[in-house]
Every structure is written in C-alpha cells, then in structure tokens.
C-alpha cells in the first residue's frame, strides 16, 4: 500500500505532516511493502482556492491513502472518486502517523472536516 503525506521539506519518516494537501511544497510517499519513501514536487501548489487538482499534484503518481493535516472538499472529492481514502493526521511526524494508519486510529475525513480556506503558510480553520 502507498501512502501519501503532504509535508514542508523531506526528512523522511521524521518528517512533519503539513497542514494542508494542496499548499504542501512536496509529498512523500511511503510504501508499506517495501518501506521506501518516494519524494514528490508538488505540481499545482499555486492553484486557485478550490481548484486543486490532486493527480497534477501528485505528479501522477498512484496512491492508496493520503494522511493530511487538513484538505479542502475539492480535493478529498476527487481523490474520494479515484478511490483514494483520506485520513486526518493524529501525530506530528509521518512515522506516528503510519504506526496509527497501520492500527486502524487515523479517522477517515469526510466533507465535514474539510478547510474552509487557505491561511498564512497553508494552514487552514481545522
């Protein structure tokens, strides 16, 4: 399975998950077979609120699961209708987050949770 987590800078399993998908400079993308990481430059960082494309994001890489900090409905809809589940992150640092995806503990985000905008360095009101 592969797991995605938006983060600021690549430090691997130590690093922070950030606060919002669509805002994060890059992706990490852990894979739980084989324990690799995959780095990836986040191609639509810069789109209009609410136009987040989440596959130009991801560089059309495939996914399984994307653990976030915080998603606007856009996104979680879209990723949602390729079958990409979305959880909300429990712990600061992706290595917490895939112990807690692994036991089942990452609550699965639903349009209630979503952000409702875009906040200085990309977080958002969650």
């Known amino acids: 399975m592969k797991i995605c987590f938006p983060v600021q800078k690549d430090e691997g399993l130590t690093s922070e998950v950030y606060g919002h998908f669509g805002s994060a400079p890059l992706f990490l993308i852990y894979d739980t077979a084989t324990k690799g990481i995959l780095a990836v430059n986040n191609r639509d960082q810069h789109h209009v609120h609410g136009a987040c494309n989440p596959i130009k994001a991801l560089d059309n890489q495939s996914v399984d699961a994307v653990v976030v900090g915080g998603i606007g409905a856009g996104a979680l809809g879209k990723l949602n ?25 990452l609550p699965e985000l639903t349009l209630q949770g979503c952000c409702g905008g875009h906040g200085h360095g990309g977080g958002c009101a969650h």
């Open 81 to 105: 209708q390729l079958g990409i589940r979305v959880h909300r992150a429990q712990a600061e640092r992706i290595a917490e987050n895939v112990a807690l995806f692994d036991a089942n503990s």
